[in-house]
């Protein structure tokens, strides 16, 4: 049976409750409001986070900036600066994605290398069923010097592994890296083990 997915969208909750009188000024839609990367608006004492001060609206974005923002008030130094901000659909399968595209990377002039590994060739992915989907893990790096750029999932559970595809991006990983670490077998974590080594052109487990 053909099923459509109808998404509503979402938008910044802006609007009657008084923004407009104390000043603080808007990004160039009018839509956000305009934050520096401590949060502050253009009014002295007043922070924004969340959804208001711009994308990604995500509940765990918002909860980083608020945490860092209390840190400020505390008199610590911090900024937000985020290499990767996980973006996942809780649908079945599952869908990840951190950091850039391979559409993204070449949009912004990056020379790039592609590789992009089945959950049909990992071994936990078929004892979970998980193959079922069609999923996989496709890995995004520079072409120059293998620095990771991106990395996009498809598949059941594969949600769980986002922590391993932003860890890789903040710490600045080259596909080097994490074709050097010992990844448990049988995990699913193997797939984003294989991805890389298929980035490199030798992966073990498919062609």
Request: glycine share 10%; net charge negative.
């Amino acid at each position: 049976m053909d099923k459509v997915l109808v998404t509503v969208g979402r938008k910044p909750n802006t609007k009657g409750w008084g923004l407009e009188n104390i000043g603080a000024r808007m990004d160039g839609s009018g839509t956000f409001i305009r934050t520096d990367r401590q949060c502050r608006t253009s009014v002295p004492g007043v922070y924004a986070i969340g959804d208001v001060s711009g994308d990604p609206m995500l509940a765990h974005k918002a909860s980083a900036e608020g945490e860092m923002v209390a840190e400020i008030i505390a008199g610590h130094k911090r900024e937000f600066d985020k290499v990767a901000i996980p973006e996942i659909v809780f649908t079945e399968p599952e869908i990840v994605s951190v950091g850039l595209t391979p559409e993204e990377a070449r949009e912004r002039g990056e020379e790039i290398i592609v590789g992009k590994f089945p959950l049909a060739a990992n071994g936990r992915a078929l004892s979970l069923e998980a193959e079922k989907t069609g999923g996989f893990i496709r890995v995004t790096a520079r072409e120059s010097d293998h620095v990771i750029l991106g990395v996009q999932a498809v598949g059941s559970h594969i949600a769980e592994l986002h922590s391993e595809f932003v860890l890789a991006l903040e710490m600045g990983a080259l596909l080097e890296d994490v074709a050097g670490t010992v990844h448990a077998h049988p995990t699913m974590s193997e797939a984003f083990h294989e991805s890389v080594l298929k980035t490199l052109g030798h992966a073990i487990h498919i062609s």
